[in-house]
């Protein structure tokens, strides 16, 4: 059973980065090739933000996020990493990484889709 791991959340002001980093215990080529990252606030339902292909080299980006955020591999390390930039107040929340195996390039990154999750880091923007 893969497990995974996330890191790098903490409090931050607006404007701010954080690097979030999710680490699989097991070497996820054969059984993992879909990575996404989620986020969760308070009262909110859990929605997808990032995600990255490892066989098919293609990356998705909720819009809340494109061109702040930045979703990576490290294949040989079993990680994947979410570079947050210009951070706003509205970032704030619970953030899981997730993974899955799946035939192909899906048109949006769902939770039903992943069947491994990290138990989350906290990431808190002040304004």
């Known amino acids: 059973q893969v497990q995974l791991v996330e890191s790098g959340g903490g409090s931050v002001q607006a404007g701010g980065s954080l690097r979030l980093s999710c680490i699989a215990s097991?070497?996820?080529?054969?059984?993992?090739?879909?990575w996404g990252w989620f986020r969760q606030a308070p009262g909110k339902e859990r929605e997808g933000i990032a995600a990255i292909y490892t066989h098919f080299g293609v990356t998705k980006y909720d819009d809340s996020v494109k061109g702040r955020f930045t979703v990576s591999q490290d294949i040989a390390r079993n990680t994947v990493y979410l570079q947050m930039t210009s951070l706003k107040p509205e970032d704030t929340a619970m953030y899981y990484c997730?993974?899955?195996?799946?035939?192909?390039?899906?048109?949006?990154?769902?939770?039903?889709?992943?069947?491994?999750w990290g138990q989350g880091t906290q990431v808190t923007v002040s304004s």
């Open positions: 097991e070497n996820p080529y054969r059984s993992i090739n879909y």
């Open positions: 997730a993974a899955a195996w799946v035939p192909l390039v899906l048109d949006q990154i769902r939770p039903g889709d992943f069947n491994y």
